[in-house]
């Protein structure tokens, strides 16, 4: 190798490392103003789940839209936005990381999936930094670090009383199907554990890997051992059109067999992809748009006014919204001055009784108690709609009463 | 008669020693980065992470002419490894790096063994596959790698005892970056030995090589356990310096970027990867924050131009620019006398 | 199936021009995109919108070739998997813009839905039609091939391109003919397959490995070669699942590896 060519590459990555540096510098450049609160949200924005990130991001926006006023006098919030892309927890940690040390902020958001999330509170736990998790749903989020609250649902909260309720129709034997991941055992667990103290049998049950997108020899395998009840979880979206068309292909819409399941098997949104195959199909869930409470009603005005008469905002809409309540109360209280301590001490008190789901508050352990209603799928007007027709009252996470220490 | 005297070289003016402090001098401004950007020591640690990563697939990719849609499977070997460890309590990072080491490269021999008997694009299909095996063992063996959810409670102990691992990140880039050093003198000692240039050879025309008695099977397969275990450790790094391990590591994606990253600076090289990397997360980290479409166009764009433009990637460019620049002097030097 | 409709395009290519080109399944994404557009947005019937689609998707195919992949037939296989690389990230990228980064929703035919019932089995009507398909294509692939003097140019070219010119096949044009054909034939799979294999922006990245491996173990350059591997991985591939669910995919790339090991070539070569 010519002596010239060895220092030309040299001189070349000299150079290279000082304009990398510049470009840093630049991209660093963000001005920090005296009374800017800066929130840091971490959603799915691309890839086949970005349909769920968006509603979240509407409920946010329109919360904003509507609420973003409701400050002390002098204080602004900005909302700085990150793709996670997905299920990817070690790019959502390291997301929250340069959302921390490079942009400061003071409140993290988002926490869509429960991989994410879990990653993400971690390292609140060292940063000290509150983190309001939208709508991940695995039980052990709120354990990983003081820092973290939730204002979603767990998967406990949509699971296990759905099994004490399956038991008590009569039903006696169930099998399970969900998705291959933390959510997905949560779920099977809860239901599992509420069915059989109530009497039933779980005769199989089955964990479908994510990325999968043929779904009809695992169905097959159920309809072979034809139980009289299904108990189903997917994260919902595009995801429950497919598991709903795969049930109708393999014909288990059209037989005895009932399936049920939390209520994003049913996402409101998809409901017109997945047609008549979901009639009848029972949920358990913390809110339907089909709701007629006062507060619903207003809700869904302002959102169709926002977003145009076809859409429809959903459970995960409804977690982002009052999230956002969660955070703009939060500050409210401490004046526009976050303290990371008196932040949490607020959070774990807070309620909100006028939330489009009826109301609503976050426990000592960080988890919403709220009202869950078993649901159906009906058709009204000409759509297909998920109906209210029980209650459950207010309840905090089954699985954190079930491992007190 | 004119004579061409060729100018002095830089060689024969500067005394070696300063010529070695010069050398130095770009890792020791690198060095000092977290005094002029504090809250960046993430962003580089993970680039030095992928520096690493980048000079073992050019040790195959540009040395030895071994095409790999598949690293991330050895990536990802070392970071599970060292993760998993450490979750059940051997905590030291030097000695789990050491551990992913070892373990990564028995797989890049397990694997390169079988493999390396093909060619083309039969070996590039292999290679994918293996990757996406150990990806998908690693999905489903959620007991012990936490599958979808990644790994979670990895720690470790401070490094000498002594550096801790914080959030803030600054044991982690002096770690490796130390880490990156020392690889750096072995690949560039490795390259310069005749082990190396048998590779090169290899690359070139093997059926010439195996006429002058040179076993190329047997260098083949050294040269890939070798790369294997650098992968390894720059996956233990990934895993100690962010305490977390998930399945991106094994992925195809992964191995699709860092071969990119590794084009784009300029394989068979040495510093195509310092280039290239920095170059590659940096203008990602620009243009994914926008709008990931924005992304997405500008890397293919940049990757189509390369290919049909700059096969050497950027450090090519700037040694035929060099190259320019020596022939107009040459020329004028004749002009002269 | 879908997977064999799309990988027998990219045999044809990858065979025919010694290209290894990744981004076939943008082609199969495209024409995806074109019949669930034409059938939403302009209400034409799936069939037609397919059809329209694929002879879109073809004729994109030939104006490619003929201005980007020749350049790049000499070329290591490094740079044709980067460059072709790069055409999936400017595609994935572009489409995004043009349709948003969300899944396109498709509604069957009603002639596709349901089941249908054949000897005492109940099957879903929409799988038997896909297998029809297939076969069908199979069919007339064999027939153009074997029986046309189209099929006869191309398999000259293929074996001896510089013979093949020297006795006068305009071999640029045949092989850009070629390329529309399997092109085409990508959309066909990607519009049939879009209930199967959902349309959005990320498609070709996620189904890449698929094809190709279909590819790979099939052999490249024949015809019978994908439809076996394609049937043989599918069918292996859905059995493990029904009785070992917990394998996963582990099943199906452990099967690749090994096949690859033992016939480097595919498994029915071409000589």
Redesign the interface.
């Known amino acids: 190798m010519s002596?010239?060519?060895m220092?030309?590459?040299?001189l070349?990555?000299?150079a290279?490392?000082?304009v990398?540096?510049l470009?840093?510098?630049l991209?660093?450049l963000i001005p920090a103003e005296a009374q800017t609160i800066k929130v840091g949200v971490i959603l799915t924005?691309?890839?086949?789940d970005?349909?769920l990130g968006?509603q979240i991001d509407r409920g946010i926006n329109l919360f904003v839209k509507l609420h973003g006023s409701e400050l002390p006098p002098g204080v602004k919030v900005e909302l700085i936005k990150?793709?996670d892309?997905g299920?990817?927890?070690?790019?959502a940690?390291?997301l929250a990381?340069?959302l921390?040390?490079?942009d400061q902020v003071q409140i993290l958001t988002g926490g869509q999936w429960?991989?994410n999330a879990?990653?993400v509170a971690?390292?609140t736990k060292?940063?000290k930094v509150p983190f309001v998790a939208m709508t991940a749903g695995g039980s052990l989020v709120t354990l990983q670090s003081p820092y973290v609250v939730r204002t979603g649902w767990t998967m406990w909260q949509t699971s296990y009383p759905l099994g004490e309720w399956a038991a008590k129709q009569g039903w006696k034997n169930a099998y399970t199907v969900v998705s291959?991941?933390?959510p997905g055992y949560d779920s099977e667990a809860a239901f599992t554990k509420g069915f059989t103290e109530a009497g039933g049998t779980i005769v199989g049950s089955?964990?479908?890997?994510?990325?999968t997108?043929?779904y009809?020899?695992?169905f097959?395998?159920i309809k072979d051992v034809n139980p009289e009840v299904v108990f189903v979880w997917n994260p919902g979206g595009?995801q429950a059109?497919?598991f709903m068309?795969a049930f109708?292909?393999?014909?288990i819409t059209k037989s005895n067999i009932k399936l049920i399941g939390p209520l994003d098997i049913t996402s409101d949104e998809e409901l017109p992809?997945m047609?008549h195959s979901a009639l009848g199909v029972v949920t358990l869930g913390q809110y339907s748009p089909a709701a007629t409470r006062k507060t619903n009603v207003d809700f869904i005005a302002a959102w169709k006014k926002e977003y145009g008469a076809d859409s429809v905002p959903t459970y995960f809409a409804v977690a982002g919204w009052d999230g956002m309540r969660a955070i703009y109360d939060a500050i409210n209280a401490q004046g526009g001055k976050i303290d990371p301590d008196a932040t949490m001490k607020f959070l774990h008190g807070w309620s909100n009784p006028n939330s489009p789901r009826g109301p609503i508050g976050i426990d000592q352990a960080g988890d919403p108690f709220q009202n869950l209603y078993l649901r159906r799928v009906e058709e009204k007007d000409g759509h297909l709609v998920n109906i209210e027709f029980a209650t459950i009252g207010q309840i905090g996470d089954p699985w954190k009463l079930f491992n007190k220490k | 008669m004119t004579t061409v005297s060729a100018s002095p070289t830089v060689h024969e003016v500067v005394p070696s020693a300063i010529i070695r402090l010069l050398k130095l001098l770009p890792w020791l401004l690198v060095a000092a980065l977290p005094l002029a950007l504090p809250g960046y020591e993430p962003l580089a640690t993970q680039v030095f992470v992928m520096i690493l990563f980048a000079l073992s697939l050019d040790l195959l990719v540009g040395y030895a002419g071994i095409v790999t849609l598949g690293h991330a499977g050895l990536f990802g070997m070392g970071g599970y490894t060292a993760g998993i460890f450490s979750v059940h309590g051997i905590t030291d990072p030097i000695a789990t790096a050491v551990c992913a080491m070892i373990l990564a490269a028995v797989t890049g021999l397990m694997f390169g063994a079988a493999m390396l008997r093909t060619k083309g694009l039969t070996l590039l299909m292999l290679t994918m596959a293996s990757a996406f095996l150990l990806y998908e063992i690693a999905n489903k063996a959620t007991g012990l790698t936490g599958g979808e959810d990644g790994l979670q409670g990895v720690s470790f102990t401070p490094v000498l005892g002594l550096f801790a691992f914080d959030f803030r990140g600054k044991t982690a880039f002096f770690y490796s970056l130390a880490a990156l050093f020392i690889v750096f003198i072995f690949v560039r000692a490795l390259i310069n030995s005749p082990f190396g240039w048998s590779l090169r050879g290899i690359r070139e025309n093997d059926a010439r090589m195996v006429a002058i008695g040179c076993p190329i099977m047997q260098r083949r397969i050294i040269v890939y356990v070798i790369s294997s275990a650098l992968a390894g450790l720059a996956g233990a790094l990934q895993a100690q310096s962010t305490q977390f391990v998930a399945l991106y590591s094994l992925s195809f994606e992964l191995s699709g970027n860092i071969l990119i990253m590794l084009i784009l600076g300029g394989s068979g090289r040495l510093y195509g990867a310092f280039i290239g990397v920095p170059a590659f997360m940096f203008a990602q980290d620009l243009l994914a924050k926008q709008d990931p479409a924005n992304w997405y166009l500008g890397q293919g764009i940049i990757l189509i131009a390369l290919v049909m433009l700059a096969p050497g990637g950027i450090l090519g460019i700037a040694e035929r620019v060099i190259d320019v620049i020596k022939r107009r002097r040459v020329r004028n030097g004749h002009r002269d006398s | 199936m879908i997977l064999y409709l799309i990988s027998v395009g990219l045999s044809v290519t990858m065979g025919l021009m010694g290209f290894v080109n990744l981004a076939h399944g943008v082609f199969a994404m495209l024409g995806g995109y074109a019949t669930v557009t034409f059938m939403n947005r302009f209400g034409i019937p799936f069939l037609l919108a397919l059809t329209i689609g694929c002879v879109l998707v073809a004729a994109l195919g030939f104006v490619l070739e003929r201005t980007l992949y020749r350049y790049l037939y000499g070329r290591s296989e490094l740079d044709q998997v980067l460059f072709s690389f790069g055409l999936i990230l400017v595609s994935v990228a572009l489409v995004r813009i043009a349709w948003g980064p969300l899944a396109q929703p498709i509604q069957l035919p009603d002639y596709l839905r349901g089941r249908v019932n054949i000897l005492d089995f109940a099957l879903p009507a929409y799988r038997l039609a896909l297998v029809g398909f297939g076969a069908a294509v199979i069919a007339g692939l064999w027939f153009v091939f074997d029986r046309t003097l189209f099929g006869a140019r191309i398999r000259a070219a293929v074996d001896n391109r510089a013979m093949a010119q020297s006795i006068g096949i305009d071999t640029n044009r045949l092989f850009a003919a070629a390329f529309g054909l399997g092109t085409g034939l990508a959309a066909l799979g990607g519009g049939l397959g879009a209930d199967v294999l959902a349309i959005s922006p990320t498609y070709p990245l996620q189904y890449i490995v698929y094809f190709l491996i279909v590819v790979a173990v099939g052999g490249l350059g024949n015809i019978k070669g994908p439809f076996v591997a394609a049937l043989t991985i599918g069918l292996a591939d859905t059995a493990c699942r029904y009785f070992l669910p917990e394998a996963g995919s582990i099943f199906i790339f452990a099967f690749v590896f090994v096949v690859l090991i033992w016939r480097p070539n595919g498994i029915m070569e071409r000589r």
């Not at chain 1, 220092?7 to 040299?10: E, F, L, T």
Request: no cysteine.
């Open positions: 002596f010239s060519k220092i030309g590459a040299k070349m990555r000299q290279a490392i000082v990398a540096a470009m840093l510098a991209v660093g924005y691309s890839g086949r970005a349909a968006e990150r793709d892309t299920v990817n927890p070690d790019l940690k390291r990381q340069e921390v040390l490079r429960t991989p879990m990653a971690a390292l060292e940063a291959d991941f933390g089955v964990r479908i890997p994510l990325k997108t043929d009809l020899p695992y097959q395998k595009p059109t497919a068309k109708d292909d393999i014909g992809n047609g």
